[in-house]
């Protein structure tokens, strides 16, 4: 298997604009995981989805900020508009039956708003 | 409120020393404490605790949690340059899956 698949790997973008970031997570997975990562605030986690289902979004910071998951392959995390405190290392991760030990984060995006 | 709370911030050791890393939690409905390790990329896994005592080992690194003082401690011994990253501290309840990371140490060891 690849891991978790991320893209783009790396955006750079002015503030205002739209922004979406995509998530592929590990065949046979069910859950899936959004973190944001920040000198400041460390990891952080935004929303998780459990067999497509977001159960936990207290994390995501404000209405700015939304995540679909359409079906068991594919999350976005979108930022609309995007503001430069939203620069950040984006991770996702998923795994098996919410078990911890399988829980695998992908390469991460890092996105800088200019 | 959750909260985790990794120490130090950050260490610089020489290689061959043992170093100890800290973490202190309080979190309601405890099931579970992680450490993983954070080089120029995403977090990788390395230990999950549940019980109380039980120390868990993999090669030079081994971690125990206790459960009544709220805290758990990763150790690395004879230390090398590639043991230098950040190394994250994250509990887990029984209210959900998420975790809730500490903000890590970042361990820089010089030859």
């Known amino acids: 298997d690849a891991g978790v698949i991320q893209s783009p790997r790396h955006e750079v973008t002015e503030m205002g604009q739209e922004v979406t970031l995509r998530c592929k997570p590990i065949?046979?997975?069910?859950?899936l995981f959004w973190y944001r990562q920040t000198m400041m605030r460390g990891l952080e986690l935004l929303i998780y989805?459990?067999?497509?289902?977001?159960?936990?979004d207290s994390g995501m910071p404000e209405d700015r900020f939304s995540a679909k998951m359409p079906n068991a392959s594919f999350s976005t995390l979108k930022i609309q508009p995007s503001e430069p405190r939203d620069s950040a290392v984006y991770f996702c991760?998923?795994?098996?039956?919410?078990?911890?030990?399988?829980?695998?984060f992908g390469p991460g995006t890092r996105l800088l708003v200019l | 409120e959750d909260k985790v709370v990794q120490s130090p911030l950050s260490l610089v050791v020489h290689e061959g020393d043992t170093v100890t890393l800290n973490c202190s939690y309080e979190?309601?409905?405890?099931?579970?404490l992680l450490w993983y390790k954070q080089e120029k990329k995403a977090p990788t896994f390395l230990f999950m605790l549940?019980?109380?005592?039980i120390e868990k080992k993999s090669g030079r690194l081994s971690s125990i949690l206790d459960k009544k003082e709220l805290f758990s401690i990763l150790n690395i011994t004879a230390t090398q340059t590639g043991d230098s990253a950040v190394y994250l501290c994250?509990?887990?309840?029984?209210?959900?899956?998420?975790?809730?990371f500490g903000k890590g140490t970042s361990l820089l060891v010089t030859p």
């Open positions: 991760a998923s795994s098996f039956s919410g078990n911890q030990e399988t829980q695998y």
């Open positions: 065949s046979g997975h069910d859950y």
């Open positions: 989805f459990n067999n497509n289902v977001p159960i936990d």
């Open positions: 979190v309601t409905n405890f099931r579970s």
């Open positions: 549940t019980s109380s005592g």
């Open positions: 994250a509990v887990e309840s029984n209210s959900g899956y998420a975790l809730n």
